[in-house]
């Protein structure tokens, strides 16, 4: 208290010097008064962060090491590994090898996807075939291609479902589960396997067609004779 008492008198020295030297006190406070302003909001948006960081951490939603997805409030996607958790913010790093500091407030707001949480992922496939094909032959064919691919798991299982049927084609959603650590390769790769697949198969898949304009010729032109 002795401290406080001191700071009192050197405040009220202090504010009686500038005034005997010209100064306006009224300024001063103004002044003094939209710092105060200031450092409140400044204050309230890292005790939000703060207090949000505290809930991450118990949470335990991720760790250091995995892989999140977050959607921002104007639909921007971010997705990156997770390199340092603190109290104010979360810091990603991305594939394309950007670093990106988010604040605890927006995790805590937005649905966060954490991708790396359990050791296997499922790749959700969309192919389109023509209305014509034989659909068993199809499965059987994709099957076949999941099942000859080492990477790909046998539990679960692949699976081919018909999602939709289009004007002139068939929608299909081909889902096959692979290991976390092999989830971009496999992603890769299967599409390259499903196409020498359907090639070697006679499998179509529906092409656009482009449509042509046919402009009318020119007829002849005739002279008018006056």
Request: net charge negative; with cysteine.
């Amino acid at each position: 208290w002795r401290r406080g008492i001191f700071y009192f008198i050197f405040m009220i020295f202090a504010m009686a010097s500038l005034k005997e030297a010209g100064f306006k006190l009224s300024v001063f406070l103004g002044a003094a008064g939209i710092l105060t302003v200031a450092l409140g909001f400044a204050s309230q948006t890292s005790a939000s962060n703060l207090i949000s960081g505290i809930f991450l951490i118990g949470e335990g939603s991720f760790e250091i090491g995995d892989t999140i997805q977050i959607t921002l409030i104007r639909g921007h996607t971010i997705e990156g590994e997770v390199i340092s958790i603190d109290l104010l913010s979360v810091k990603l790093l991305t594939q394309d090898n950007v670093y990106v500091r988010l604040p605890n407030e927006q995790l805590i707001r937005a649905p966060v996807h954490n991708l790396s949480k359990f050791p296997i992922r499922r790749i959700p496939i969309t192919l389109a075939i023509n209305f014509h094909e034989d659909m068993i032959k199809v499965r059987e064919v994709l099957l076949d291609v999941a099942n000859k691919y080492p990477l790909v798991l046998a539990d679960p299982k692949p699976a081919v479902t018909v999602t939709a049927f289009r004007e002139s084609s068939i929608e299909l959603l081909f889902a096959v589960w692979c290991q976390q650590e092999n989830f971009l390769r496999v992603r890769d790769e299967m599409q390259e396997r499903i196409r020498s697949g359907f090639l070697d198969n006679h499998i179509e898949i529906p092409v656009p067609k482009m449509g042509f304009v046919d402009r009318p010729q020119a007829g002849p032109l005739y002279n008018e004779e006056i």
